[in-house]
């Protein structure tokens, strides 16, 4: 039985190869694997040695079939997958920057199977059997209402059987359309409010917090790559205010200098403690990885919150403090790795929090 059990869409991601743009590669040969918010989680997860298990739809055909045998293949469980008549896998196209000019994504996810799929598809009782920890984000909720009415089921559920419960706030814009006349970031603060009282463990980027709930930190400008990290305490506080369940919230700071040159940290607020702890740091001040010659930033964010579940759920990594250092080490090195599952070691993560940030050759 799966100790971790995660809820969301797999899909598959196509990219364009040798970083072309799409309209000087199509037509022509690309580059297909597959992925998703959550399944990128238990991906680590299992990669790492945990029992980890997708609950998800895909339809009956052969490429929903590869995609399966693909997180199997890594160790994931996929037998709470439910397979479905209609609908259809659900893709998203990448157009990857570089320097000054950004990285693109279209989303290819309308009538996909899992957002068609009504909540009583899913057996929680069984998927839930020996679990312990479960996690989902706001991106499968955002597909459509039926998918929005399942996501707050599993939460409920889990937490009825238990389960420590994290949400990665994952707010897309271009995703929440599912009900006419309702703008996106309303429609993402009013589904998610539903589910945040069920949450144990909340997660998100310098944007989420703003978009989705409304609360902003004081001095930050994404789009002009500036970010005042001591804000984030009170943004954490605020969102306690609102939530008391809320046992931890965590977010992960990004300072976008251009599409190849990223500085990356993170901030972990213990509510029970009242404060906020910052990796990497450097002589006791917050200092973050400077992250030059991106190879693949997509995942970045799956990537913290795989690994800080991964310290969090009992391992040798638990306390905050070293959680926060492993989950930011984690989600650094990932953005060496093209595609959104990060293959990087606990040995390689755990060098890199305690200092090895050289690159050089092992033999």
């Known amino acids: 039985m799966a100790k971790f059990v995660a809820f969301g869409e797999v899909m598959a991601r196509v990219d ?28 680590f997860l299992a990669l790492a040695g945990e029992s980890a298990a997708l609950v998800s739809a ?8 590869a995609c399966l045998g693909a997180l199997r293949d890594i160790g994931v469980d996929t037998g709470a997958v439910a397979r479905r008549d209609s609908g259809r896998l659900g893709l998203y196209f990448v157009e990857e920057g570089a320097n000054q000019r950004p990285s693109k994504v279209i989303y290819d996810r309308a009538h996909s199977t899992i957002s068609e ?3 009583s598809a899913y057996d929680w009782d069984a998927a839930f059997r020996g679990a312990s920890w479960f996690h989902v984000t706001g991106i499968t909720p955002s597909l459509s209402e039926i998918a929005a009415e399942a996501s707050l089921g599993a ?18 814009k271009n995703l929440w359309r599912w009900e006419e006349g309702t703008a996106p970031a309303a429609l993402a603060g009013r589904t998610m409010r539903g589910m945040l009282p069920f949450v144990d463990v909340l997660i998100g980027n310098e944007e989420d917090a703003h ?3 409304g609360i902003s930190a004081s001095g930050t400008d994404v789009n002009a790559g500036s970010l005042n990290a001591a804000a984030y305490e009170d943004v954490a506080s605020r969102i306690v205010a609102l939530f008391p369940n809320i046992g931890k919230v965590a977010f992960t700071l990004r300072q976008s200098l251009s599409a190849s040159h990223n500085r990356w940290g993170a901030m972990l607020y213990d509510s029970a403690r009242g404060e906020a702890l910052f990796a990497p740091t450097r002589g006791g ?3 973050p990885y400077d992250i030059t010659d991106i190879v693949d930033r997509i995942g970045g964010g799956d990537s913290f919150s795989a690994a800080l579940v991964y310290a969090l759920a009992g391992s040798e990594f638990s306390e905050g403090e070293t959680a926060l250092r492993f989950a930011a080490a984690a989600s650094c090195l990932n953005h060496s790795i093209r595609g959104d599952f990060n293959y990087s070691s606990v040995e390689e993560i755990v060098a890199l929090m305690n200092g090895d940030a050289s690159g050089r050759v092992r033999r």
């Open 211 to 213: 978009d989705v709930l």
């Open 16 to 43: 364009m190869p040798a970083k072309r743009r799409f309209r000087q590669a199509l037509p022509g040969p690309v580059e297909v694997s597959f992925a998703g918010a959550e399944a990128n989680v238990v991906a």
């Open 155 to 172: 939460v409920k559920a889990a937490k009825a059987k238990g389960l420590t419960v994290s949400c990665d706030l994952n707010f897309r």
């Open 58 to 65: 895909l339809p009956r055909h052969e490429i929903a079939d």
């Open 285 to 287: 001040a917050y200092s």
């Open 117 to 119: 799929t009504p909540p």
